[in-house]
Every structure is written in structure tokens, then in C-alpha cells.
């Protein structure tokens, strides 16, 4: 994700794939053709792991600590100095590792294609288009993890960068607030301690669970080699141009809308595909052969447009805190956030960049009546 800086990742799931296909052929003014329809239906072979990264990218930014009376406050002014105004820059961090299992696909497509029309020796090129439909389904569980929010950062002796925990002392009398990096960390008289969103948790239950889609129109162009009656050589590539629609849901984020808070979209040609295949097929019968070979996908998608639907309650409720407890900077994000995403809906363009890729091996039988 561009602005939020968080990356969501699935690493090294296998599948169990079952691929199913016909097609028939016919001639239109001596010309061959052939309708060829699929179905694929796969399931997750054992565990994986999925990890939620709000560090690498930067983690989530969400409000600079400005000194009393003033409200916007960023780190330097345009001239490129320090803001004397500006205290601190709070972001939270976080990383989460958890379980996935169960995750499943579903395919089908359909194509036009013109065989036996183009031959050079004794290898047969087939032109095609078609649809693809490309459906994977990821599901984690027994999800541990951290956050840590910030308050300041800093260089180190070389060039590392250390942040300091986000622990802010707040003086009854309406002064400005003051980041305790180095101590005291007794209790403060005359005003109030705040030591925030730093934890370790456990989600024992579903934590993520994501429905994405790939789907529109393709291109390709298959070559049949054979070497001799019995044994031949098949290859295939293919590229397609498909819109892209993820539903995500994250039970535990109280902050977000209970049922499928979030989703990333984008349309028809937004997206690309590309796929290989090769294939040796062998006879053992006169009408059914043997069928050994490899496949190759890489589906991807750039500046995806995302919407994510909050909780109201959750928001205002804790701006009614910010009120009791005269926390302004407090009642000034919930407004800014209200601003930002009219009726609790958030919308951002050009947000999300998602790929999926896999390579797979496969054994079947193929029959030509």
C-alpha cells in the first residue's frame, strides 16, 4: 500500500490442482476452429505463514505532537528548518506473523482458437483469445504480533535510525505536551502520563481473511511439435489484461467495519497476466496420450484504487474521550479523519500494488475423439 506503508503477504503456499478441459472443433469456410472451455479447482497442501509488515515502508503515520495552541505542525518548514512548533511525529509500527491453512482457488475460462490453420514443418501454430477467471481465497489464523508507536527518531552513530516509545507527559494547566525520552518515568503531579499503543497480541481466531480476484480477456499462441506418432511436444504462452477485485476482511480491527471493510479494484486491462506452459505427451492408446509438464503464472497489478469502511462508533466514541479528557490533538484527527472520508467510507486512488506468482508441475491424461 503506497500511503499506508503496510505489505500483506502469502510466502510459499502449495497447492493440490485439479484441471479440467474440452474443447470441439469445427470449420467455417475451410477455415478450423475450436471452442475450448476449462475449470480449475485447487486446495492448500499442509501450512504457510502470512506476514502483515507495517516497518518496512515506514508503518502508519498518525499525528504530529505540536506544542499547546497550535494544531497543524509538520517536522520542518518550507524553507527546509526545523518547526520549533512541532514536538514529535507519532507513527505507529507493527509486524504480525500468523498461521494460514485451507486457502483455496477457483478457475474457468473460455477461448476461441484457430488450430491447424498455421504450420511451419512440423510444428502447428494456434492463435486463441478468450476470458480468464482466476479466483484465490486466503485465510490466516493463530496470528501473533507487536505494535510499537513512536513519538521521536533519531540517528544513530552510524546510520541507523532508533525511535524512542511514544510516552508523553500532559500538564493539567494546558501547556504543551512533552515527549519523555531518557526518563523521569515516575509519576508525573499536576497532569497526566500517557503511555500508548505499544503491546505485543495474540489472535487466536481468524485474522485476515482475503477474497481476490483476477478476471478479463487474453491472448495466446500455442505450438504442437510433433516428433513422431507417438510422442509430442506442446508449448503455450498467454497474455492477459484483467481487472483486479480484492475483498479483505480483519475480524480484530475494531476500528474498521465488521463485515468486508475493505476493498481494492481495478478495472478490466488494469491488471496483467502472463502464463506459460509446456507440456510432452506420449501414447498410450490410439486416442489417449500421457500428459507431462510445467506451468508458469504471474498475475500483477499497479496503483489499484482502495476503500476501506470504518467503524463509526468506535471513532466517536473516542473523540467523546478527547473531549472529557481535553485532548485536542485527539478531537482534531477524528475530525480531520470525518474530512478525509465522508460517511466513515475512505477512499484512495493509485493505493495498492498486488502480484501473484506460482510454478507448478502436472501429470493428466489427454483424449481426442
Excluded at 503506497?2 to 475451410?30: K, P, Q
Excluded at 515506514?58 to 505540536?66: I, Y
Excluded at 505494535?147 to 546510520?159: A, H, K, N, S
Amino acid at each position: 500500500m503506497n500511503r499506508a506503508g503496510s505489505i500483506l503477504e502469502w510466502n510459499n503456499v502449495d497447492w493440490a490442482v485439479v484441471d479440467l478441459g474440452g474443447a470441439y472443433r469445427f470449420n467455417v469456410n475451410g477455415m478450423s476452429m475450436a471452442v475450448d472451455i476449462g475449470l480449475r479447482f485447487g486446495t492448500q497442501i499442509g501450512e504457510t505463514s502470512m506476514i502483515d509488515d507495517d516497518i518496512t515502508n515506514g508503518g502508519n503515520f498518525h499525528f504530529n505532537l505540536c506544542v499547546a495552541g497550535v494544531d497543524n505542525c509538520p517536522p520542518f518548514l518550507p524553507n527546509g528548518q526545523q518547526n520549533p512548533d512541532h514536538i514529535g511525529s507519532v507513527v505507529q509500527d507493527g509486524m504480525s506473523i500468523g498461521r494460514s491453512s485451507g486457502n483455496s482457488m477457483f478457475g474457468y475460462h473460455i477461448g476461441l482458437s484457430f488450430p491447424g490453420n498455421f504450420q511451419i514443418g512440423n510444428a502447428r501454430i494456434t492463435p486463441s483469445v478468450g476470458w480468464r477467471h482466476t479466483n484465490f481465497n486466503f485465510t490466516t489464523r493463530n496470528n501473533n504480533g507487536i505494535i510499537l508507536t513512536t513519538g521521536l527518531c533519531e540517528p544513530g552513530t552510524r546510520d541507523e535510525i532508533f525511535c524512542d516509545p511514544y510516552i508523553v507527559f500532559w500538564p493539567d494547566d494546558g501547556g504543551s505536551p512533552t515527549l519523555i525520552i531518557d526518563g523521569p518515568f515516575g509519576s508525573p503531579v499536576n497532569g497526566e502520563m500517557e503511555v500508548d499503543g505499544s503491546f505485543f497480541f495474540h489472535q487466536p481466531g481468524t485474522s485476515h481473511d482475503y477474497d481476490v480476484t483476477w478476471a478479463g480477456p487474453f491472448v495466446a499462441l500455442g505450438i504442437e511439435y510433433q516428433i513422431n506418432h507417438n510422442n509430442i511436444i506442446e508449448g503455450r504462452i498467454e497474455i492477459g489484461f484483467p481487472g483486479y477485485d480484492a475483498v479483505g476482511n480483519q475480524p480484530y480491527r475494531i476500528d474498521w467495519r465488521r463485515n468486508d471493510p475493505l476493498r481494492d479494484r481495478a478495472g478490466i486491462f488494469g491488471a496483467m497476466h502472463i502464463g506459460l506452459g509446456a507440456n510432452w505427451l506420449t501414447r498410450v492408446s490410439d486416442n489417449i496420450m500421457l500428459s507431462l509438464g510445467m506451468t508458469y503464472d504471474h498475475f500483477t497489478v499497479s496503483d489499484a484504487d482502495t476503500t476501506t469502511h470504518l467503524n463509526s462508533q468506535y471513532w466517536l466514541d473516542w473523540r467523546e474521550w478527547g473531549v472529557d479528557n481535553n485532548r485536542q490533538d485527539i478531537i482534531d484527527r477524528v475530525d480531520t479523519l470525518m474530512e478525509d472520508c465522508p460517511n466513515w467510507v475512505c477512499r484512495f486512488d493509485s493505493e495498492v500494488n498486488s502480484w501473484y506468482r506460482s510454478f507448478g508441475l502436472r501429470v493428466g491424461l489427454n483424449a481426442r475423439f
